[in-house]
Structure formats: C-alpha cells, structure tokens
C-alpha cells in the first residue's frame, strides 16, 4: 500500500498542572473531570506509542509504520535509535511546570549515553502575567545555582532569566539549557524523541507516588551555559497571492515554520520530505493516490516522503505549523544549525507555496 497522510490519536497525560484549555483553543476530546496537561500527538517512544486514528492505516503504530515503509515515511531524514525523528505535544500549564534540564550533548568532554533533547515552544495562548524562565540570569554561575539547590532551593526561580511569554512566539531551548515554562501558557511543543528530564526545582509540589521526583545532581551536571540565552526565534517571511510562510526556528534537529493560507485554494503538495502540520486553525483535506483524508483544527497531520499525487484543498482559513528535518547539506552550509542555535543566515522559508508559483483559488 501507498504511504497515506497520518492523523494520530492523541496521548492525554493528567497533570497536577494541567486545565482544559486544549479543549477551548483546539478542540481536544479531553476526559472528563481530569487536568489535562499533555497531549502526545505524534510519539513513537518504548513507553509511548502513537496509533493511527482513521484511514487506511487505522489502529497501527507510528513505530510499525517507521519499520514498515521505511523511506516512504522518513525519506532521508535519520532516525534516532531507529525511531521516528520527532515528539510532538500541546501543553497546558495553569501552574508553573517544573525547572529542568535535559541532557547536554557533552559532559566533561566525552560523549553522554543519554540523547540529547532540543525542544521548542511556540505559545498559543499566554495570560498578561506569564512567563517563560530560559538560561541564568545575569551575572549568575552555575557554582551560584549549585549553592542554591543545597542550601536555599526557593532561590532557584530568581537565578534565572525570566521572559514575558507572548502568544505567537517561539522559544528554542537546546539540550543542556535550564527552563521552565510559567504558569497562564498554552503551546505546541516539538522536540527530539526523548523522555528523559532532569527536574532540578518544582515549586515545593507535593508530586504523586509514581513520579520520580527531583533529579538535583543530575540536572546541575546537565546545565550548559554555552546557549546565548536571548536568542530565540529568527524570523523570515515569503508571502504569495494566498498565503504567507514565515520561518521561525532552525536547530540541528528539526526546522519550524508557520504558513497561513486562505480558504478555498487547491494545490499540488510537492514535498519529497518527511513533513508535520500541528493544525492551529481551519480544515482542509488531502487528496492523494489511493484515498484522501480531512483535517481540522487541533490535528497533527505526518505527510510521509512517499506521499504520491497529493493534493491540498482548503476549506477555511488555514494556519498551521510546518516541521521538517535538515537534511545533512543543510547544516554543513549553516555551521550555527550543527552547533545547535537557531541560524542567523538559515535558508528562506519553504512552506508548501513558493512565492513565484501560481496558485488556483476554487470558484
């Protein structure tokens, strides 16, 4: 069978900071009663699996479609640990979520067995009062921290840089960086494929039984300071008739841009490139060879590299996320991407429409 769009049923984790605003902004299908904090939408974790909701492919795993077509999903873009290269979630954070560290590429000059896990936040939905906590603060050495976490843990919040978090924007935090997401934030969340998080402070939480708790020496190991902690997104924008590809995050891992399009628009999908769409508004559908599929706000949609004859059709105002993987090239001819920091000089923007292609707008 031909590699089909993919639309995964989401994962819903209950969190003691979790709400229900994945319902109200994207229309989730939450449990009832439950404080939902986390929604996997694409994962493909031994703990984890994402299942296939509807299509031709429905109840299979992402990992037995990993195996199974092989290039026809992935196309070049490498696996990690044989697995599919991306984790995709939407958080919803009414308490401040923990402070945390995920593993630093290198410690102490060789190599670290965890993996590494760069992430990104673009926010949806942010309160006057939220923030987003990045990097230490200035003038603040991680000997600063140290002392803090034994000593005076309540500290650790005002060691760090604080941001006021604005809905629209993107923040890149590379493994190794030291973060905490605020409370009042709704956002998509796309990462490397892991699960591994030091938490170095929680606010004074009491947490369940099953949680792990705090991870103090390995989360004070983990902090690199190498990561200019101002550097977030690098924005650049190509507008066409119906739609506008604006590029927000480079990283060695996965590149993020935001394309609006306008209702009513058919289109050839030209891509030969592993692609996610996290759907933020609107619905459309995909035609394509052998079948088609709709989407809607609140889907994440995995257009396969095989995808054959495919077709896009609008039918409301569309604004999604675009996530693909850098291939090799693009990162020997952008050295700041290998080093893991969004690319002051990244190649212009993708999207799905080039600025010079025409576009037929239904009637």
């Known amino acids: 069978m031909h590699p089909c769009p993919l639309i995964l049923t989401p994962i819903f984790k209950d969190k003691i900071w979790g709400g229900r605003h994945l319902y109200t902004l994207l229309d989730k ?110 003038g603040v050495s991680p000997d600063d921290l140290r002392r803090a976490a034994r000593e005076s843990p309540d500290r650790i919040p005002s060691l760090l840089r604080a941001y006021k978090a604005r809905t629209g924007q993107t923040y890149y935090i590379p493994s190794g960086t030291i973060h905490a997401m605020g409370a009042g934030v709704v956002a998509a969340e796309i990462q490397t494929p892991s699960d591994i998080t030091f938490r170095l402070y929680d606010w004074g939480r009491a947490r369940p039984d099953s949680d792990a708790g705090l991870h103090v020496d390995a989360a004070l190991d983990a902090i690199q300071t190498s990561v200019d902690p101002t550097e977030f997104e690098r924005r650049s924008h190509v507008a066409g008739i119906f ?46 060879r052998g079948g088609s599929e709709h989407f809607r706000k609140g889907d994440v949609v995995i257009l396969p590299a095989g995808l054959e004859a495919a077709k896009l059709k609008t039918t409301a105002d569309c604004v999604w996320l675009e996530v693909t993987i850098p291939m090799p090239s693009d990162l020997a001819q952008f050295p700041r991407l290998a080093a893991g920091r969004p690319g002051h000089d990244a190649p212009a923007p993708h999207g799905l429409i080039p600025l010079n292609i025409a576009i037929k707008k239904d009637v």
Request: aromatic share 6%; hydrophobic share 40%.
């Open 29 to 138: 299908a939450l449990p009832e009663k439950v404080p939902i904090g986390e929604s996997w939408e694409c994962a493909d974790l031994p703990n984890a699996q994402s299942v296939v909701s509807r299509g031709p492919q429905k109840s299979r795993t992402l990992g037995e479609l990993v195996r199974e077509w092989g290039a026809g999903l992935t196309g070049k873009a490498p696996l990690v640990d044989g697995r599919f290269p991306l984790l995709i979630k939407f958080l919803d954070a009414t308490q401040n979520l923990s402070i945390q560290v995920h593993p630093r590429p290198e410690i102490d000059g060789n190599q670290s067995h965890l993996p590494v896990k760069h992430e990104a936040w673009h926010i949806l939905h942010a309160t006057p009062d939220a923030l987003i906590f990045r990097g230490l603060a200035p």
């Open 243 to 288: 739609t506008t590809v604006t590029r927000l995050i480079d990283s060695p891992s996965f590149r993020i841009e935001k394309v609006r399009m306008t209702a009513d628009v058919t289109h050839d999908i030209p891509y030969a490139e592993l692609v996610c769409w996290l759907v933020l508004e609107g619905a459309g559908e995909i035609e394509y």
